[in-house]
């Protein structure tokens, strides 16, 4: 079945500390949150992603998800929001490794890659953090080059670098997305 087929998703950009979030909703959760500083670009980059006859754009207000989404920016984890989350089984197994990255923990892209049993895809890995449509909830901003050097962001670099200095501010603990190991800060030596 197309996701036209489907109920259609409801989409409505909220303000953050960030700039504009767009989230998308399913009947199953969030299908994507995207993050920018103008409405009708990030409007055409969903409809870039997805088919437009899918998508329907509505009031924040008529789902309380759109104010738990903007909350859940804020607090740097999607918590017990829902993702409706669309990837290959590789970028799958990267997105829930990158869950399992606490709050003001970092890992290196090379990291991932031996997490996810398949250390040679190194590239694969940056790849599918860069095809990741859940800013913030599916945390890509905490993978780094191996040296700890911040590199692409697709939402900007700033935002990557300002996502970063929040949570290095935030009392260390394990993520409210995923469990994780709160006393592995991101070792970047591998």
């Known amino acids: 079945m197309t996701a036209s087929a489907q109920s259609p998703l409801h989409a409505a950009t909220v303000p953050t500390s960030l700039g504009l979030a767009l989230v998308a909703l399913s009947a199953r959760g969030v299908r994507a949150l995207l993050l920018g500083d103008d409405g009708d670009a990030l409007r055409s980059e969903l409809l870039a992603q997805l088919p437009p006859d899918s998508v329907q754009f509505v009031p924040p207000e008529s789902d309380p998800r759109f104010s738990a989404t903007a909350a859940a920016i804020e607090r740097g984890a999607a918590g017990d929001l829902e993702l409706d989350v669309e990837g290959t089984e590789f970028q799958r197994r990267v997105w829930d490794a990158l869950r399992a990255i606490p709050v003001g923990g970092t890992r290196s892209y090379s990291e991932i890659a031996e997490v996810i049993g398949a250390p040679r895809s190194v590239r694969a890995v940056a790849r599918a953090c860069g095809a990741n449509r859940h800013a913030v909830l599916i945390p890509c901003h905490r993978v780094l080059r191996r040296d700890g050097g911040i590199s692409g962001y697709r939402w900007s670099v700033a935002r ?31």
């Open 160 to 190: 990557k670098r300002a996502l970063l200095d929040r949570e290095r501010a935030t009392p260390a603990g394990p993520s409210p997305s995923a469990q994780g190991d709160a006393s592995s800060q991101g070792d970047m030596s591998s």
